[in-house]
């Protein structure tokens, strides 16, 4: 089907009983069979072959030089050049170099699932998630489909079961925390400013912190150690969590990024709490694929990795607004942790856990849109490196001591593909129960990675990046020997080792120490997707006329809806827990929407990113009998009138609820109404008397112009009432504010909402066009059937005179008629 050739390759979100997959090897089948450009790979040389990319070849004699040789037979050419392929891709390492270093999960044959049954920590206790009942009216919850019953949220028992084994790791991670310095020196270690010499000319005006660890011998005392656990379950207190869309913003479900991310932390305005976001897309392939036991365990580390990293910008956020000293409250940016010269609290911890960057193999961008894909793997690599100089608003700071660029590690990148074993032993009771205590932070280091590779470049500027070879290198130094007094866990970790750097040294004994890669050459765009299959909803015209007749404001508010909205919110307002539309189902409306769409009626809509984004089309609609009549609220506090009059006319509160909102424009009341509490305090507009249901009558007053202010002119307004339960937002969205923010997928979305609107008016142009030529043809039809209807009069009329002398002559017409004329 196109719309999965598109983004959804391997059809996660269809039922597995239709999908047709016949085509795809099964590596395909989870890692998707990708043809297109991705990044700066082009795919094109597994086109027609069904396979992922990851399938192991068999090695072709190579030539010396890239000169042929009688060796290298036109048959073997498909060969060179998908490992070639592959080297590029897996830098510098082909599938089955990767494989021979039981790197890749799905050629793992292993068997085994995590024997972890840790007491969940507190801070990622069932009832801190999101449920269905406590979403407000902001956004709606996104179904599971793939033939999935149910929506992804916490109280659903099939998502709570797939995150458990992650949340049990995390638990590990979390109760164990005392033993990773990084932790006491965020809670307590010593702050310092960044001395000027290291922000750089056009930093010096940002307020920037570095922290720092405390002395070995005060950290380590039982009671410090304590203070670190304690500090976790003081600030589990004001941490939530959330399952949404890595590509969304989490506050409205509209797309925002491609691709997708894992998470996201930030103080939330309306509930007043650290909100932890976790990527439905790190589940989806625990429910919808077919996974073996190393995938099942990769996915479910790359879950509790981020839960851990995430938990680290919750941390800190925390103790940002509630720490004592103000200095903390003025930060430009989240402090640094000593030397490194980027800050990312969440890798920089990774980095301390992990000991670097676990990568995965493959990418987010190859969901394309669509659902996550199954984990095939890890490389260990640096993340504190010049690709993520712009990851945060964080500025690139001066090493602390100078460093010549040719040793500077922020410009090395290396690779070094990880053996399954290690995040397997992550869910090895056995790892907690005896290294973890004897080893202490080094257990949870990514090992055994021996052989690895180094980017050379042909040119350093990452917006021009091209890599022109990749640099093996074996890192298997130093002499290991068994001591017999050992205890036995010791000799057995350190024969393992000795076995482990045995192996990888004579794997790399096998391979080439200089990997060339071939330049990218100039390819003919991709193929166009094929065309969308004509799409059939049975309930089409009962669906169309619910909305017909539920389109006022405090209803569905589709006659003001000139914003992109999530298909989920849409669905979420149709249906209204039941009590609107009767037996609506989301697939109903998903059909409904598809065939809307192609007939450029009343909305279109585009099913990727995400959950799918509606637009309402100006076409279709029916003219409204009467004009929609308010029903004026009784009497509502005019303070409360006027203070939110003039708080949504503060620049800056409109560009604070964009930060949160986005170019979504529906509001919930209630979050309204704490946002003009916590953010009016500022220009001492909020109204802490506001009782909760109040805001509903003080929006109701300025949208229908039922108060005396200065903006009662309907063209100075700022708010319309929305859908049930909310405002419409219509103050103009200032172009700085979307420069600032970045939100590609939105732009996007709302450059294809445009496109929408002005095919829908040309197609009913020219349909009405059409139909007035059908109707100026008819017309002349009709005159031209009453200019012969007239000559047939005229005609029957001699016809007749002549008739009666040939009846008085007793002889037949055409005879008569005939002999006449000789």
């Known amino acids: 089907m196109a719309e999965a050739s598109r983004a959804d390759p391997i059809e996660l979100l269809l039922p597995p009983g239709r999908r047709n997959l016949a ?44 000169i042929a040789t009688p060796l290298l037979t036109p048959n073997s050419l498909p060969s060179r050049l998908v490992e070639k392929y592959q080297t590029r891709r897996f830098y510098g390492f082909s599938a089955e170099e990767l494989q021979t270093l039981n790197a890749i999960t799905g050629l793992d044959n292993q068997a085994g699932d995590s024997t972890l049954d840790e007491m969940i920590h507190p801070l990622f206790a069932e009832a801190k998630w999101e449920r269905s009942d406590g979403m407000g009216l902001n956004v709606g919850p996104l179904p599971i489909r793939g033939g999935i019953d149910g929506y992804w949220v916490a109280d659903n028992p099939i998502v709570w079961n797939a995150l458990k084994p992650s949340i049990y790791l995390a638990s590990l991670l979390i109760n164990n925390a005392a033993v990773y310095p990084w932790w006491d020196a965020l809670f307590f270690g010593d702050y310092h400013d960044i001395p000027s010499h290291r922000k750089g000319p056009q930093h010096q005006s940002k307020r920037l912190k570095s922290f720092h660890t405390r002395p070995l011998h005060i950290r380590e005392q039982p009671m410090e150690r304590g203070r670190v656990d304690a500090q976790f379950r003081v600030a589990a207190q004001a941490i939530r969590f959330r399952i949404w869309s890595g590509y969304t913003n989490y506050a409205t479900g509209l797309a925002i990024k491609e691709p997708w991310v894992c998470g996201a932390t930030s103080w939330e305005l309306s509930s007043n709490n650290i909100r932890i976001n976790i990527a439905l897309e790190l589940i989806q392939p625990l429910l919808s694929a077919q996974l ?67 990568m995965d193999i493959l990418a987010n961008s190859y969901s394309r849109g669509g659902p996550g894909l199954a984990s095939a793997g890890f490389f260990k690599t640096n993340w504190f490196v010049d690709r993520h100089k712009d990851y945060s608003a964080a500025p690139l700071l001066e090493h602390v001591v100078h460093i010549p660029p040719h040793d500077d590690p922020y410009y090395r990148h290396d690779y070094y593909p990880l053996s399954t074993s290690w995040f397997r032993s992550l869910f090895d009771r056995n790892l907690w129960d005896s290294q973890a205590r004897q080893f202490r932070a080094s257990a949870t280091k990514m090992q055994p990675c021996y052989i690895g590779t180094t980017a050379n470049y042909v040119n350093r500027q990452t917006e021009h990046e091209q890599i022109d070879s990749f640099t093996r290198q074996f890192d298997g130094t130093g002499v290991l020997a068994v001591s017999p007094g050992a205890p036995a866990v010791e000799q057995a970790r350190i024969t393992a080792e000795i076995s482990r750097r045995n192996h990888a040294n004579d794997i790399f004994g096998r391979m080439r120490v200089f990997v060339p890669v071939v330049p990218v050459t100039e390819e003919p765009p991709d193929d166009p997707d094929p ?41 979420k307002n149709v249906y209204d827990y039941g009590m609107g539309m009767p037996g609506i189902t989301p697939e109903e409306l998903r059909d409904f929407l598809r065939v809307c769409h192609q007939r450029k009626l009343l909305f279109g809509y585009t099913p990727f990113p995400a959950g799918g984004t509606v637009h309402r089309l100006p076409t279709g609609w029916p003219e409204r009998d009467a004009e929609f009549q308010f029903v004026r609220e009784g009497r509502t506090n005019p303070m409360h009138i006027a203070n939110l009059d003039a708080l949504i006319r503060d620049p800056a509160f409109q560009h604070r609820l964009y930060a949160e909102y986005g170019d979504y424009r529906d509001i919930y009341y209630e979050h309204l109404r704490l946002a003009m509490q916590r953010l009016g305090a500022r220009t001492n507009t909020a109204n802490s008397s506001m009782r909760f249901g109040e805001m509903r009558s003080v929006v109701n007053s300025l949208a229908t112009g039922n108060y005396i202010t200065a903006s009662a002119n309907p063209a100075f307004r700022k708010l319309r009432i929305g859908p049930r339960g909310s405002a419409r937002m219509i103050w103009p969205i200032a172009q700085a504010w979307r420069d600032k923010y970045q939100r590609d997928a939105t732009m996007r979305i709302l450059a294809d909402g445009d496109a929408m609107v002005r095919a829908a008016r040309d197609q009913a142009a020219r349909l009405e066009q059409a139909g007035s030529e059908r109707e100026l043809g008819v017309e002349k039809a009709m ?32 005879s008569s008629s005939g002999r006449s004329g000789m």
């Not at 795809?24 to 040389?45: C, D, E, F, M, Q």
């Not at 036991?293 to 940002?320: D, G, N, P």
């Not at 005229?794 to 017409?813: H, I, K, L, R, Y």
Request: hydrophobic share 30%.
């Open 23 to 66: 085509n795809l090897t099964n590596l395909a089948r989870k890692y998707t069979h990708p043809v297109k450009t991705i990044g700066k790979i082009s795919h094109r040389v597994l086109k027609n072959t069904g396979k992922s990319g990851l399938t192991p070849i068999t090695p072709n004699p190579r030539s010396h030089n890239r």
């Open 292 to 358: 073996n036991a190393a995938e099942r365990m990769a996915c479910q580390f790359r879950i509790a990795s981020t839960l851990v990293h995430e938990t680290a910008h919750a941390m800190w956020e925390y103790k940002r607004n509630t720490d004592p000293d103000p200095e903390f409250h003025r930060l430009d940016a989240e402090p640094y942790f000593e030397g490194e010269v980027l800050a990312e609290l969440g890798w920089s911890l990774e980095d301390k856990l992990w000991g670097g960057e676990p």
């Open 531 to 571: 065309p969308e299959p004509v799409y059939t909803c049975a309930r089409w015209d009962e669906i169309a006329q619910y909305l017909f007749d539920h389109r006022d404001p405090d209803d569905l508010a589709l006659d003001t809806l000139d914003f992109p909205m999530p298909e989920q919110n849409l669905y």
């Open 783 to 814: 005159e031209g059937e009453a200019d012969d209807e007239k000559e047939t009069e005229t005609d029957e009329q001699d016809s007749t005179g002549v008739g009666s002398d040939e009846e008085g002559s007793g002889g037949s017409s055409g």
